[in-house]
């Protein structure tokens, strides 16, 4: 396990040599330490960037080129997979299936990018067609600059390849920090790079605290661009300090999103996918389809199916086979869902199942898989992302309520709709105010697709060719290509 920071290409302790402990969830032990960067550390960080960026060349290289560090790092981090997947499983708690799937979509994250820098030669530019004919204009796509990116610890080294590696394949150079809880993996993905000859300065791995490590980048003047995943009242933050200096941003924040189920679907199938959609990643997801909407006529069916499957689930370590749910990532968040089923209870909700920690464990973040009924739609666990295996459900009578339940939220970031009838499952996807829809199934994630979210979650979208542009300016280039030696501006001047 590594622990220092990663900064211009070389590992190194943090200027005060300041360290945080680093906690196994499953167990509660401290198993590592790490340095927690200063914020003369991220200076440091901020400066090889600059220098990646404006003097040593990353962003003159053709995308060809880049692409090649880019294969090279999804090499990387496969050849290392299983190692990779335990590390986060110790780290962050989820079941090593899970981990590995994470691991092996880093991986494909970097390749898709590669792919997509090498189209960068394909396009340099694009011909602006203009009304004058002594001008020609065309458009350029250039890196942005210095990318600071901020993640959250749900999906460490996922999370991590969603901005640096398309930020990387544009041309930027980037300050990455992981969440304080969090950070092992995006240590060995700094090593992989380091491995894989990247040049020094182009990726820099800070660890440590948001209000240290994370606020001294979003204020330093040496970042172009913050792109940033987690919590709504830290994007408000970063969002802030990007309007100060004029920086641009993308955010990613929470959700709160709702899966509507028709009685004509398949109860069985519905089931399913309600499951994944709440209990995957011990629901610390922020697309997690918390808000289950089923109609009248099949509401009791699928209610006692989903309560009997709920409480098969094989709650434990990640690390032991067959478990389906390990424990939350942290002391912190399990005494948030915590406090959240108790407000919900005390707010009028039937805990149905789960609600509590499971008998069976005296340590470890674990909590039982639980399903709320009769949830008031004006209380905090109907309308806030809660952020744990937490499912709140409920009967629609019919798809303009189906709707209007669903759109009653600030946030927008997925929904999901289950019926056999395909016009009306296109008719409520699009009746949807959110930035992912999935119909008959929930949460399946595409590097290809673009992900992100309307009204309060977030602003612009990472993942495919919208990913990349998160991390490139357009610059017109125009050219007066007329022989007329007088020009356009000052010939009716001297006419007259
Ligand atoms: P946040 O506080 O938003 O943490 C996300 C990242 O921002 C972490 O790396 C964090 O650092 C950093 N950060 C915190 N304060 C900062 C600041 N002032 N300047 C710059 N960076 C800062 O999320 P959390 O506290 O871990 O989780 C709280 C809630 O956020 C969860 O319950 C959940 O509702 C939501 N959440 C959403 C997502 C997604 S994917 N949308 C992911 C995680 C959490 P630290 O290392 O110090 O935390």
């Not at 900064?7 to 927690?36: C, L, Q, R, S, Y």
């Not at 880093?106 to 694009?126: M, T």
């Not at 792109?227 to 959700?255: C, H, N, Q, Y």
């Not at 149905?352 to 464990?361: D, L, N, T, V, Y």
Request: glycine share 10%; with cysteine.
């Amino acid at each position: 396990m590594r622990s220092e920071l990663y900064i211009d290409g070389k590992w190194m302790a943090a200027a005060n040599g300041g360290k945080f402990e680093v906690i196994n969830p499953a167990t509660e032990e401290v198993i590592h330490k790490i340095a927690a960067a200063t914020a003369e550390d991220v200076d440091v960080a901020v400066k090889a960037a600059r220098r990646a960026f404006d003097k040593d060349g990353w962003p003159k290289l053709s995308g060809a080129q880049r692409a090649k560090y880019l294969r090279a790092i999804a090499e990387g981090i496969r050849a290392r997979q299983a190692e990779i997947a335990r590390l986060e499983v110790l780290d962050n708690g989820k079941p090593f299936p899970e981990a590995e799937w994470d691991i092996a979509d880093a991986a494909g994250c970097f390749e898709f990018y590669a792919g997509l820098a090498e189209q960068i030669d394909d396009n340099p530019e694009e011909p602006i067609a203009l009304p004058d004919p002594r001008f020609t204009s065309k458009a350029v796509k250039e890196p942005i600059g210095v990318a600071g990116a901020i993640i959250p610890w749900n999906y460490p080294l996922l999370m991590a390849a969603w901005k640096v590696a398309p930020a990387l394949a544009a041309g930027c150079t980037v300050v990455l920090k992981p969440a304080e809880v969090t950070s092992l993996t995006a240590l060995e993905l700094a090593a992989i790079a380091d491995e894989a000859g990247l040049p020094p300065g182009v990726l820099n791995i800070v660890t440590g605290s948001g209000s240290v490590a994370g606020q001294a980048i979003i204020d330093h003047k040496g970042v172009d661009k913050l792109a940033f995943t987690g919590s709504g009242s830290v994007g408000s933050k970063i969002m802030a300090a990007a309007a100060r200096d004029i920086k641009r941003v993308s955010l990613e924040l929470g959700g709160k999103s709702p899966f509507a189920v028709f009685d004509d679907a398949d109860i069985d199938e519905a089931v399913e996918w309600i499951m994944f959609g709440i209990f995957w990643n011990q629901g610390q997801v922020c697309s997690a389809t918390s808000r289950v909407l089923v109609q009248e006529g099949i509401y009791d069916r699928l209610l006692a199916r989903l309560l009997e499957e709920t409480k098969k689930i094989k709650i434990g370590n990640g690390l032991e086979e067959g478990v389906l749910l390990g424990p939350l990532v942290s002391q912190r968040q399990h005494e948030q869902v915590l406090a959240a089923i108790e407000a919900a209870k005390a707010a009028g909700a039937t805990i149905a199942c789960g609600g509590k920690r499971p008998e069976s464990f005296d340590k470890g973040y674990y909590l039982e898989p639980t399903v709320l009924t009769d949830v008031p739609l004006e209380s905090d666990a109907w309308r806030e992302e809660i952020f744990g295996p937490v499912l709140c459900i409920r009967p629609f009578a019919t798809e303009e309520e189906a709707i209007e339940l669903a759109n009653d939220s600030r946030f927008g970031l997925a929904a999901a709709v289950m019926s056999k009838d395909d016009v009306r499952a296109e008719r409520v996807a699009a009746g949807f105010r959110a930035g992912i829809v999935w119909i008959n199934c929930s949460q399946p994630t595409f590097t290809e697709a673009p992900w992100g979210g309307y009204k309060e979650s977030g602003i612009g979208r990472e993942l495919g060719r919208w990913g990349l542009e998160n991390y490139l300016e357009t610059k017109q280039i125009t050219k007066y290509v007329s022989e007329d030696p007088w020009g356009w501006y000052i010939k009716p001047a001297v006419r007259a």
